[in-house]
């Protein structure tokens, strides 16, 4: 009876132990997202606004009209680029639709390696779950820059909703087999999955087959 007792303390130690180096992972990977985005602010956009300040500092009254053309064409560029920011720290749509926040997700995967054929089967009705929303599209984006560059030749994603039930479905086809089963073998995928189970209290699942590697993401809806 006393060793029964044991048994539950001991499986959640073990339990945190293998853990630890997903959690450690996770962070690491959050932690590289916001390094570069606030790389991209101070390099790339305010070291634009700075020079444009100092265009508009020099530039004499008799030119500031000629120059306006140039400037506008830089202000749109600048705003194109925060509102890209802006999407990268919190996608669009994530508080309405899920389905939604995935086409857009998918749609700069797209614009980034058009060389890669995507298909995908979303559903046009969706529950509302902000916060189940914004960990399924980390979890996608991540899993996204794990397995597709360089050398994924396609992929498609389908998310279903069963009742109370919801389920993502990957599938990445690679040149050969050799490949696939170097990528199906990273150890990341698996920090990913027990990260995906541990905050949705979910269920994932991976294969291999050939030159193809399947995930299945499962978890419960409200």
């Given at each position: 009876?006393?060793?029964?007792?044991?048994?539950?303390?001991?499986?959640?130690?073990?339990?945190?132990?293998?853990?630890?180096?997903?959690?450690?992972?996770?962070?690491?990977?959050?932690?590289?997202?916001?390094?570069?985005?606030?790389?991209?602010?101070?390099?790339?956009?305010?070291?634009?606004?700075?020079?444009?300040?100092?265009?508009?500092?020099?530039?004499?009254?008799?030119?500031?009209?000629?120059?306006?053309?140039?400037?506008?064409?830089?202000?749109?560029?600048?705003?194109?680029?925060?509102?890209?920011?802006?999407?990268?720290?919190?996608?669009?749509?994530?508080?309405?639709?899920?389905?939604?926040?995935?086409?857009?997700?998918?749609?700069?995967?797209?614009?980034?390696?058009?060389?890669?054929?995507?298909?995908?089967?979303?559903?046009?009705?969706?529950?509302?779950?902000?916060?189940?929303?914004?960990?399924?599209?980390?979890?996608?984006?991540?899993?996204?820059?794990?397995?597709?560059?360089?050398?994924?030749?396609?992929?498609?994603?389908?998310?279903?909703c069963h009742?109370?039930?919801?389920?993502?479905?990957?599938?990445?086809?690679?040149?050969?087999?050799?490949?696939?089963?170097?990528?199906?073998?990273?150890?990341?995928?698996?920090?990913?999955?027990?990260?995906?189970?541990?905050?949705?209290?979910?269920?994932?699942d991976r294969?291999?087959?050939?030159?193809?590697?399947?995930?299945?993401?499962?978890?419960?809806?409200?």
């Amino acid at each position: 009876m006393a060793f029964s007792h044991l048994i539950a303390p001991i499986y959640r130690f073990v339990s945190r132990l293998d853990a630890q180096p997903a959690w450690q992972w996770w962070e690491d990977r959050r932690a590289l997202r916001l390094k570069r985005q606030a790389e991209q602010i101070r390099d790339d956009l305010l070291q634009e606004l700075f020079t444009m300040r100092r265009s508009l500092e020099l530039a004499a009254p008799d030119q500031f009209s000629k120059a306006s053309p140039g400037w506008l064409d830089q202000v749109e560029k600048l705003q194109r680029s925060l509102e890209q920011l802006g999407h990268q720290i919190s996608s669009p749509y994530i508080e309405e639709s899920l389905p939604l926040a995935l086409q857009y997700l998918l749609k700069q995967w797209e614009n980034r390696y058009p060389e890669v054929r995507m298909t995908i089967d979303l559903p046009s009705h969706w529950q509302q779950q902000p916060e189940h929303n914004r960990l399924v599209i980390t979890i996608l984006d991540e899993l996204l820059q794990l397995v597709l560059p360089p050398h994924a030749v396609s992929f498609q994603v389908k998310l279903a909703c069963h009742q109370t039930a919801a389920e993502l479905m990957i599938q990445v086809n690679y040149p050969n087999s050799a490949t696939s089963s170097e990528v199906c073998h990273l150890v990341e995928l698996t920090y990913l999955e027990r990260v995906f189970q541990m905050l949705l209290s979910g269920q994932s699942d991976r294969w291999l087959q050939r030159e193809v590697i399947i995930w299945h993401f499962g978890w419960q809806l409200p």
